[in-house]
């Protein structure tokens, strides 16, 4: 998971929300006012903004191992619609508080269960104790392991990655996509000559990082391993 930075929203969202605001609607109501074709938009310009990644696990979306009975994208809400303490602070409609990810490994027909699912799928009302794609600070502990898995140094942003989004979900494809990105960017590396592999490390660190039509898929776990490297080699 990396920092998502927030573009304008669009216009006619922005006249929809004054207007349920004008009513007094709840965010639940105000959301339910969220149609086609404007919720398409808003749906395009988050994926845009994120560089064509799920927010939460990084994959590509849409996923081509969709279910065609499942939505292929999900428009999530950072501070949920009813959090569990009743509180509104407009989040039904604020730009700011919406995310787009992918369909959370979800299965037609109720093939899969709940421990099965990953992301907001995963999630439900459940509210972050800390994460907030929007807010990078948040994100600053999170580190991985060679084997594909995501973990962090502090306890409530690990809760929030592996408890409350199964982003360690063994019955998912997470952990092997991600080892198989940083795979093959190990074999990249090993094909640099030794006087060159830092120069080259912080090159390509670089360039994931100017990333933003199209990201890399995972490449939270490219980032933090090249970072990594760096100050290991830095440091002989």
Same mark, same amino acid.
């Given at each position: 998971?990396?920092?998502?930075?927030?573009?304008?929203?669009?216009?006619?969202l922005?006249?929809?929300?004054q207007?349920?605001?004008a009513?007094?609607?709840?965010?639940r109501?105000?959301?339910?006012?969220l149609?086609?074709?404007l919720k398409?938009?808003v749906?395009?310009?988050?994926i845009q903004?994120q560089?064509?990644?799920c927010a939460?696990?990084?994959?590509r979306?849409?996923r081509?191992?969709?279910d065609?009975?499942?939505?292929?994208?999900? =428009?999530?809400? *950072?501070? /949920?619609? %009813?959090p569990v #303490?009743?509180r $509104?602070?407009?989040?039904?409609?604020?730009?700011?508080?919406?995310?787009?990810?992918?369909?959370g490994?979800?299965a037609?027909?109720?093939?899969?269960?709940?421990?099965?699912?990953?992301?907001?799928?995963?999630?439900?009302?459940?509210?972050?104790?800390?994460?907030?794609?929007c807010i990078?600070?948040?994100?600053?502990?999170i580190?991985y392991?060679?084997?594909?898995? =995501?973990d962090? *140094?502090? /306890?409530d %942003?690990?809760f #929030?990655?592996? $408890?409350?989004?199964n982003?360690n979900?063994?019955?998912?494809?997470?952990?092997a996509?991600?080892?198989?990105?940083?795979?093959s960017?190990?074999d990249?590396?090993?094909?640099?000559?030794?006087?060159?592999?830092?120069?080259?490390?912080?090159?390509?660190?670089s360039?994931?990082?100017a990333?933003t039509?199209?990201?890399t898929?995972?490449?939270g776990?490219?980032?933090?391993?090249l970072?990594?490297?760096?100050?290991?080699?830095?440091?002989t």
């Amino acid at each position: 998971m990396i920092g998502i930075k927030k573009g304008t929203e669009p216009q006619d969202l922005t006249r929809l929300r004054q207007s349920t605001e004008a009513e007094g609607l709840s965010p639940r109501e105000a959301y339910r006012r969220l149609r086609n074709p404007l919720k398409e938009q808003v749906r395009q310009s988050l994926i845009q903004e994120q560089g064509g990644l799920c927010a939460y696990c990084m994959c590509r979306i849409p996923r081509e191992d969709v279910d065609p009975n499942i939505a292929p994208i999900i =428009i999530e809400h *950072i501070i /949920p619609r %009813v959090p569990v #303490d009743g509180r $509104d602070v407009g989040q039904g409609l604020d730009y700011n508080n919406l995310l787009a990810v992918c369909h959370g490994n979800k299965a037609s027909y109720g093939e899969h269960q709940f421990i099965d699912l990953t992301c907001d799928a995963h999630r439900g009302n459940t509210e972050f104790r800390k994460i907030n794609p929007c807010i990078p600070e948040t994100l600053s502990s999170i580190v991985y392991s060679v084997d594909g898995k =995501i973990d962090a *140094i502090d /306890p409530d %942003v690990r809760f #929030d990655l592996v $408890d409350t989004l199964n982003l360690n979900c063994p019955s998912s494809p997470l952990i092997a996509e991600r080892k198989s990105a940083l795979d093959s960017l190990i074999d990249e590396l090993g094909n640099v000559t030794e006087e060159n592999i830092l120069d080259y490390c912080i090159m390509i660190l670089s360039e994931f990082r100017a990333e933003t039509e199209q990201k890399t898929p995972y490449v939270g776990i490219l980032i933090w391993y090249l970072e990594s490297l760096i100050t290991t080699l830095s440091s002989t």
